[in-house]
């Protein structure tokens, strides 16, 4: 419990130090671009492909599951809609990148940490936290960007999915879309996207920065940072739903 407290204090620690002594911006903008071509655009090829076929699965379990002929089948777009905006594409995917993108923050700046790079940093007088981390921290802003991506292709593929396998009607699916539909769970998730790209981008440069050991010791960081990662989002998935929600 205790090492668990010193963890978190570390955390906010860090926090605070990414600020400090900023990097020029000439070379902070060329650090900002990279990452997020790295951790943003790199990271919309696999988000496509999930979101599609879950869209789909989604929508076959629900027509699947509502087969009473006096349930209107334009629920299973309604079904679907509420699902991928609510829950499947700010959570689920973020738990997804929590691997692919924090395996890949954590072993970049662990590998460094173990090649006494971060030490190299220091020594010229660089922060290397506001070096490192502050520019994926601000590729983190462009996060909700993949979300909307990932609900859009999510309800693209349960609109084929329920068209081509007959499942209802094309306008069927669009209306049960339009039913009931409340704007504010689209700022929701948008609000949740925010907050989990901050974690994504902070946990993952926690554990790899402050690694110890050797080569060894980056693949267990990359364990570590992906699974307190992952207990984050949910922990904080719960605390949001309960705040922008529940009434």
């Known amino acids: 419990m205790i090492k668990m407290l010193t963890s978190i204090g570390k955390y906010f620690i860090m926090m605070g130090e990414i600020f400090k002594r900023p990097t020029k911006w000439k070379i902070m903008k060329n650090l900002i671009f990279k990452e997020i071509d790295e951790l943003i655009i790199g990271s919309l090829g696999i988000v496509a492909f999930l979101s599609f076929f879950i869209g789909a699965v989604v929508t076959i379990q629900t027509a699947l599951n509502l087969n009473n002929p006096i349930i209107p089948k334009y629920l299973i777009g309604f079904t679907a809609r509420q699902s991928i905006i609510l829950e499947f594409s700010p959570t689920f995917i973020s738990i997804i990148m929590a691997g692919r993108m924090g395996s890949y923050i954590t072993s970049s700046i662990g590998t460094m ?20 981390v502050f520019p994926k921290l601000i590729a983190s802003f462009t996060y909700p960007f993949v979300i909307a991506i990932s609900m859009f292709v999510g309800i693209f593929g349960g609109y084929v999915a329920g068209s081509l396998g007959g499942f209802l009607a094309p306008e069927e699916f669009i209306h049960g879309l339009q039913d009931d539909f409340n704007p504010y769970h689209i700022t929701y998730a948008f ?24 080569a060894l010791e980056v693949g267990k960081a990359s364990t570590k940072s ?6 984050a989002i949910i922990i904080t998935n719960y605390l949001l739903t309960q705040i922008l929600l529940a009434q």
């Open 113 to 132: 940490r173990v090649t006494e790079q971060i030490d190299a940093l220091e020594v010229m007088g660089i922060n290397p936290l506001n070096y490192l």
């Open 191 to 214: 609000i949740k996207a925010a907050i989990f790209g901050l974690l994504l981008a902070t946990i993952p440069s926690y554990f790899g920065y402050y690694m110890q050991g050797g």
């Open 226 to 231: 992906f699974v307190w990662t992952s207990v």
